[in-house]
Structures are given as structure tokens and as C-alpha cells.
């Protein structure tokens, strides 16, 4: 036995699940596009789940709150959340390789990438911190050329 659904039945459906999804994407928000900057690494505080670097390179990318921007000398703090679902937590590399953020040491340098703090939009937060290898770490790992 097969059913029929009426012509305006099928027509009100089809309506109501396009203004669905088209106003889907308003009602949600946008994900902040991530500031580049380079720093030299200070420490990591497992208390209060933040690190300090001291900038060397402002940023690329985004563009954040003038009260977060960041200047050459500066010693900055962001939150980060070193555990959890690679959705949520920070994600450290050392040469492109999955690391912890105690794996970092103090006088590296380092990429870090950050937005303002969902939880508190006055402060940072680092969705990725990637460490740079120097020329001497690079050549002893893979040869002089």
C-alpha cells in the first residue's frame, strides 16, 4: 500500500525546510580566522592552563580586537587547553610531528596561533603552537647539504 501526501502538504514541507537551512548559517557564528604570531617560547603553567612567549613577529592573518593586538618585544599570555578533542584542545608540533606542550622548551621559537578567548574575549587563546627548528637542529637531523 502506498501513501499519498497532498500537493500543498509536499509544497508547505518543501518550503518550511528550505527557510530552515537557509537560516541556518545567520543564526551561527562565525569562527574567528587565526593570528600567526612568532615568539620565543617563556614557560607553560599547568595552574591556570596558560604560556608566555615573548613576540618576535607580531601576526599575520586575522584580525583581532585592538586591545589583543600584539607588538615586537611584548611578553604575551594565552590560554590553552592541552588535553581533549583535537577540535577543542591546543595542538603543539614539533617539526610537523605531534608533541606535548611540555615537550617545548624555554628559548624555542615558536608559531602560535590564537584568537580571542570564547570564555573571556579579553584575553587569547592558542589553537596551535608549532616549534621551530634551528638551522644547527635541522642539520644534525637531517645532514648538511
Do not use: H
Request: with cysteine; hydrophobic share 40%.
Amino acid at each position: 500500500m502506498q501513501m499519498s501526501i497532498p500537493r500543498g502538504v509536499a509544497a508547505l514541507a518543501a518550503l518550511a525546510l528550505a527557510t530552515f537551512v537557509s537560516a541556518a548559517p545567520a543564526t551561527a557564528q562565525p569562527k574567528s580566522k587565526s593570528v600567526q604570531s612568532e615568539a620565543e617560547w617563556i614557560n607553560f603553567n599547568p595552574c591556570d592552563n596558560t604560556v608566555t612567549v615573548k613576540v618576535k613577529k607580531a601576526g599575520t592573518g586575522g584580525k583581532p580586537p585592538k586591545e589583543l593586538k600584539l607588538k615586537t618585544g611584548q611578553e604575551a599570555a594565552f590560554n590553552v587547553k592541552p588535553e581533549g578533542s583535537i577540535l577543542v584542545r591546543t595542538s603543539v608540533a614539533i617539526n610537523g610531528r605531534k608533541a606535548d606542550i611540555t615537550d617545548i622548551p624555554a628559548g624555542k621559537t615558536v608559531n602560535v596561533y590564537w584568537i580571542p578567548d570564547e570564555k573571556d574575549p579579553s584575553k587569547r587563546f592558542a589553537r596551535k603552537i608549532d616549534v621551530i627548528l634551528s638551522e644547527e637542529e635541522l642539520d644534525a637531523r637531517y645532514g648538511k647539504e
